[in-house]
Structure formats: structure tokens, C-alpha cells
């Protein structure tokens, strides 16, 4: 069973930076596509950024330019860097796996990212 975990949110001003992590455990990592996405209050789940197992990226327009994505499969990790962070993006922000063998995604239980002076 797959299970995603994020961790890395929290609470930073205007301007700030932050950096998620996620790791699905039980999965193949490195066949894995890894995603990450957001929910700001109420509004509906968005895109933000995707990376292959191959290492192509995909952007989402939200955070274009402000966001970077990487991943380590050595340590099945992912990671969201986020930089110059303004209140609009306060969200709960979701990892998802998404295997392209079994056509499965997988959620983690989302971090919340709060915005504010």
C-alpha cells in the first residue's frame, strides 16, 4: 500500500520562502510521477508543478517562476521550494504519486501553508 506523507508547512510573511518535502512510501519511487498541487480556501484543488521519472518538469501556471521542483531518488523524496510567497498562496498543498503502470494516484494528507505579516 502507498502511502504519501508531506511535511514542511507552516506559517511565513510576504516575501518569504518555504520548502515541502514528500515521500511515498510503499511505492517505486522512480517510477513514480510526482506532483504537487494546492487548495486555497475555498476554492477548488489546483496544479501547481509535476516531475517525471525522467526528470521533466511540468509548471502550472499558479506559481510559475516562484516555485522549483525537484526530486531525489536515491532518498524518495520530492521537494517544492517556494519563494516570494504572498498571502494568495495560502493553501493546504498536496503531494501526489501517480504511476503510470497502474494508472493510480495517490494523496498525501496535505500540509497547510499560511501567508501573512
Known amino acids: 500500500q502507498v502511502q504519501v506523507v508531506e511535511s514542511g508547512g507552516g506559517a511565513v510573511q510576504p516575501g518569504g520562502s518555504l520548502r515541502l518535502s514528500c515521500t511515498p512510501s510503499g511505492a517505486i519511487f522512480s517510477l513514480m510521477i510526482m506532483n504537487w498541487y494546492r487548495q486555497p480556501p475555498g476554492k477548488q484543488r489546483e496544479f501547481l508543478v509535476g516531475i517525471d521519472d525522467d526528470g521533466t518538469i511540468t509548471y502550472g501556471d499558479s506559481m510559475k517562476g516562484r516555485a522549483t521542483i525537484s526530486r531525489d531518488n536515491a532518498k524518495k523524496m520530492v521537494y517544492l521550494q517556494m519563494n516570494n510567497l504572498q498571502p494568495e498562496d495560502t493553501a493546504v498543498y498536496y503531494c501526489?504519486?501517480?504511476?503510470?503502470?497502474?494508472?493510480?494516484?495517490?494523496w498525501g494528507q496535505g500540509t497547510q501553508v499560511t501567508v501573512s505579516s
Open positions: 501526489n504519486a501517480h504511476s503510470d503502470l497502474t494508472s493510480k494516484d495517490y
